[in-house]
């Protein structure tokens, strides 16, 4: 199994700013998955983040908006760019790990965003 | 297009009641389904798994190809698994596998 962390573990911040989150594992995967869930929606994948290569974005999220970092195999940031109320969601880190003989994702705690 | 269906967003039953959440979903590839499950300031946690054909906290769900269903059951529903439970199917797309979530139902037991 994997044990993730992420920092902070809720925000408020103002239109226009930006934030970045922060997700760490205790063990070494290869694929890391950023979601958001909004309130009352069900889970959206935004991207997934490789390490050493540019993060895979899903339909309707742009590099622009959430820039990711991925610089080692523990580690991975999410950026929200520009913010506005509409992107008050909780944001998950989730990565791929082994659990007896199967693979399965483990999520992380959340990060509740709310922008004013 | 891949999409799971949760119809129920509220259930509400007593303690000892059978219990039946139903997901359904759509996929032209072959299907991969899990149940996911998240308790009061809980983080989410993989309940179970259709290939794994388990029964967890007297939980069981079966896949139904014909009716493309993965509806999940419990015989006699305790207080504890009220919770938020979300349906899940993993697709293979552009090369890479990935998630695609219900927007879950959030089961009540009274006690």
């Known amino acids: 199994s994997a044990v993730i962390s992420q920092k902070p573990s809720r925000d408020i911040c103002q239109r226009g700013t930006s934030l970045t989150i922060q997700c760490q594992v205790d063990s070494q995967v290869t694929m890391m998955f950023w979601y958001r869930q909004q309130p009352g929606q069900s889970l959206t994948l935004i991207a997934t983040a490789n390490q050493g290569s540019e993060a895979t974005y899903e339909s309707g999220f742009v590099i622009d908006k959430f820039p990711i970092s991925r610089p080692n195999l523990t580690f991975s940031t999410l950026t929200v760019s520009n913010m506005s109320p509409e992107d008050s969601s909780i944001y998950l880190c989730?990565?791929?790990?082994?659990?007896?003989?199967?693979?399965?994702?483990?999520f992380g705690p959340g990060t509740r965003l709310t922008v004013l | 297009a891949q999409r799971v269906t949760q119809p129920e967003k509220l259930l509400s039953v007593f303690k000892g009641a059978p219990v039946e959440l139903k997901c359904n979903y759509s996929y032209s590839g072959s299907p991969e389904l899990f149940w996911y499950v998240q308790y009061s300031r809980q983080r989410l946690q993989l309940l179970l798994r259709?290939?794994s054909r388990e029964s967890i906290k007297g939980f069981t769900a079966d896949l139904n190809k014909g009716e493309t269903s993965f509806h999940l059951k419990k015989p006699f529903a305790q207080e504890e698994d009220s919770a938020m439970y979300y349906c899940a199917l993993r697709v293979l797309q552009g090369g890479s596998e990935k998630l695609v979530f219900g927007k879950g139902t959030k089961l009540t037991v009274n006690p």
């Open positions: 259709h290939i």
């Open positions: 989730s990565v791929e790990g082994w659990r007896e003989v199967y693979n399965e994702q483990f």
